[in-house]
T-cell receptor, first 113, second 113 residues
């Protein structure tokens, strides 16, 4: 079975630009969560979506937004990029919301110059 | 106090030894706990989940949870050089019913031949 997939793998953007990251969960999983990981730290929670509805939001500015589609795939959008947005963006898939196991995709490495 | 805190590393053990990784959490309402392994440049990989007090064994890995003392640990028996990675402790802390994962900062483990 395919695991969580994310695209693109790497991305280089300029300050002020906008970026869209994509994620496809494991087949049968209905919940997608997004995390940001900067070097040397654990992942930080950004959003969780379940059945196309936002179930939770972390402490990130409104420049960050996301959505989930009927096929349970998800997009994370970041507007007005800052240098500090450079990080590994991880998508995690779980069967449903709640304390279920979350499986991470390979991530998208975003570099803002 | 950080919500999830891991013992400071890095941790270095010889091949064949037992590696012990520890994690404490601040919220008594926390329900579910997970250990992830992250190789350099890769995304976190789920290796253990634990939901109730006591021990849970899976191959060379044993997770221990003590909710009264608010700590979680991971033991790796017969450590191998391939176990060298950063180990991340994560929990779904109380008050977040949707299952947001809160991570510790990670412990770097090196297993030397």
């Amino acid at each position: 079975d395919a695991g969580v997939t994310q695209s693109p793998t790497h991305l280089i953007k300029t300050r002020g630009q906008q970026v869209t990251l994509r994620c496809s969960p494991i087949s049968g999983h209905k919940s997608v969560s997004w995390y940001q990981q900067v070097l040397g730290q654990g992942p930080q929670f950004i959003f969780q979506y379940y059945e196309k509805e936002e179930r939770g939001r972390g402490n990130f500015p409104d420049r960050f937004s996301a959505r989930q589609f009927p096929n349970y795939s998800s997009e994370l959008n970041v507007n007005a990029l800052l240098l500090g947005d450079s990080a590994l963006y991880l998508c995690a898939s779980s069967q449903r919301t709640g304390g279920y196991e979350q499986y991470f995709g390979p991530g998208t490495r975003l570099t803002v110059t | 106090q950080k919500e999830v805190e891991q013992n400071s590393g890095p941790l270095s053990v010889p091949e064949g030894a037992i590696a012990s990784l520890n994690c404490t959490y601040s919220d008594r309402g926390s329900q579910s706990f997970f250990w992830y392994r992250q190789y350099s440049g890769k995304s976190p990989e789920l290796i253990m989940s634990i939901y109730s007090n006591g021990d849970k064994e899976d191959g060379r890995f044993t997770a221990q949870l003590n909710k009264a003392s608010q700590y979680v640990s991971l033991l790796i028996r017969d450590s191998q050089p391939s176990d060298s990675a950063t180990y991340l402790c994560a929990g779904t802390l109380g008050g977040t019913s949707y299952g947001k994962l809160t991570f510790g900062q990670g412990t770097i483990l090196t297993v030397h031949p």
